[in-house]
T-cell receptor, first 114, second 116 residues
């Protein structure tokens, strides 16, 4: 079946512009995660959605970052007034439930802020 | 709080040799531990996971890892390396029990290089 998909695969934007990144999770997966992977670094947790519960936003680095998810479907990560340090690969993952269930990762969106 | 340390950002082994990728963790509660692999230009794929059952965990592609509580380690091994094993490997820890909302805490990754 279809895996986690993300769009766009690459995004180049100018400093100060807003960007939206999209994630389509695996159908039936109630949990959805966003991570950031900077060059040469591990993955940094950003935000977690579980069903209709309030999202866990504890990993968002600043108020310029926000994310939405409608029900158990598509999620959008928005970065406002982008900065050069926002340049990274943004990864989305979904799992059947949260906790110890395996997370399935999408291919990521490579964001470059010039 | 939880953290993961992967020793060695790059590990190089000869084809057919033993692969050993080191991972140490810290966690205030019994952890769940994972190894993910990222092949070039692909997303992360789960290799194996430890969730408090058997301490020796077998995964895909001939990899296995052993949970050692006394050493707070979860090292990844494979008896004989193949060229196709060349990839980035990430160790991750989660301290939340099932049903909790928690992202994984990842190590910085180890790039495995296979020499012909």
């Amino acid at each position: 079946g279809a895996g986690v998909s993300q769009s766009p695969s690459n995004k180049v934007t100018e400093k100060g512009k807003d960007v939206e990144l999209r994630c389509d999770p695996i159908s039936g997966h109630t949990a959805l995660y966003w991570y950031r992977q900077r060059l040469g670094q591990g993955l940094e947790f950003l935000i977690y959605f579980q069903g209709n519960s309030a999202p866990d936003k504890s990993g968002l680095p600043s108020d310029r970052f926000s994310a939405e998810r409608t029900g158990e479907s598509v999620s959008t990560l928005t970065i406002q007034r982008t900065q050069q340090e926002d340049s990274a690969v943004y990864l989305c993952a979904s799992s059947f439930r949260g906790g110890t269930y395996e997370q399935y990762f999408g291919p990521g969106t490579r964001l470059t802020v010039t | 709080a939880q953290s993961v340390t992967q020793l060695g950002s790059h590990v190089s082994v000869s084809e057919g040799a033993l692969v050993l990728l080191r991972c140490n963790y810290s966690s205030s509660v019994p952890p769940y531990l994972f190894w993910y692999v990222q092949y070039p230009n692909q997303g992360l794929q789960l290799l194996l996971k430890y969730t408090s059952a058997a301490t020796l965990v077998k995964g895909i592609n001939g990899f296995e890892a052993e949970f050692k509580k006394s050493e707070t380690s979860f090292h990844l091994t494979k008896p004989s390396a193949h060229m196709r094993d060349a990839a980035e490997y990430f160790c991750a820890v989660s301290s939340r029990q099932g049903g909790g909302a928690d992202g994984l805490t990842f190590g910085k990754g180890t790039h495995l290089i296979i020499q012909p």
